[in-house]
């Protein structure tokens, strides 16, 4: 099994719509999560953090974190043609100096 | 700027040719990593070093040596390349939390593709 895992898509969504990606991680003691967004041909950029079960907003950008089922997931709301890309979910666990990636999601937002 | 600088961007080479992909950044971050990137296999690491003079294998380290003689600069040698080694390498950098061990919040480079011929 995967340590981190990621629906590799295609995810379609028209432009101005919810896009939800999701990710699932398989050890318990993981700590701390994050997205990256790494567009065609580019390196990875880092466009949230999450720490502690629940919700963090920033812009258009909400994380979603639920430790007991091991689940995180990024809501990127009024969804452009320009988040266009690959979004990477990385888990840390504690005491290990690493992050695991999954495979990434691709989204294609379509006007 | 912030930025963490690699090069060579492309490189082509044959089997068995040493190389050196070479990694800076300006940031003081501690925390160094290489990565490769294959279709469908994600980011896996190959080396880290959380300091001058601290170097330690990551998931996939067979092929690759790491030096950090100094704490801007975290080189990734390929002794004797083979054509599995063809991939997208990338080099990140981070700060250190003394809590945490490395943020997670890397900062990469812009890439370097290889192919091994």
């Known amino acids: 099994q995967k340590e981190v895992e990621q629906n590799s898509g295609p995810l379609s969504v028209p432009e101005g719509a919810i896009a939800s990606l999701n990710c699932t991680y398989s050890d318990r003691v993981s700590q701390s999560f994050f997205w990256y967004r790494q567009y065609s041909g580019k390196s990875p950029e880092l466009i949230m953090s999450?720490?502690?079960?629940g919700d963090k907003e920033d812009g258009r950008f909400t994380a979603q974190l639920n430790k007991a089922s091991q689940y995180v997931s990024l809501l990127i709301r009024d969804s452009q043609p320009s988040d266009s890309a690959t979004y990477l979910c990385a888990v840390k666990m504690r005491g290990y100096n690493k992050l695991i990636f999954g495979a990434g999601t691709r989204l294609a937002v379509h006007p | 700027e912030a930025q963490v600088t690699q090069n060579p961007r492309y490189l082509i080479t044959v089997t068995g040719k040493k190389l050196t992909v070479t990694c800076s950044q300006n940031?003081?971050?501690?925390?160094m990593s290489w990565y490769r990137q294959d279709p469908g296999l994600g980011l896996r690491q190959i080396y880290y070093?959380?300091?001058?003079?601290?170097?330690d294998k990551g998931d996939v380290p067979e092929g690759y040596k790491v030096s950090r003689k100094e704490k801007r600069n975290f080189p990734l040698i390929l002794e004797s390349p083979s054509p599995n080694q063809t991939s997208l390498y990338f080099c990140?950098?981070?700060?250190?939390?003394?809590?945490?061990?490395?943020?997670?919040?890397?900062?990469f480079g812009e890439g370097s593709r290889l192919t091994v011929l």
């Open positions: 990140a950098s981070s700060s250190l939390r003394e809590r945490y061990g490395n943020t997670g919040e890397l900062f």
């Open positions: 940031m003081n971050h501690e925390y």
């Open positions: 999450i720490y502690s079960n």
């Open positions: 070093s959380m300091n001058v003079e601290v170097t």
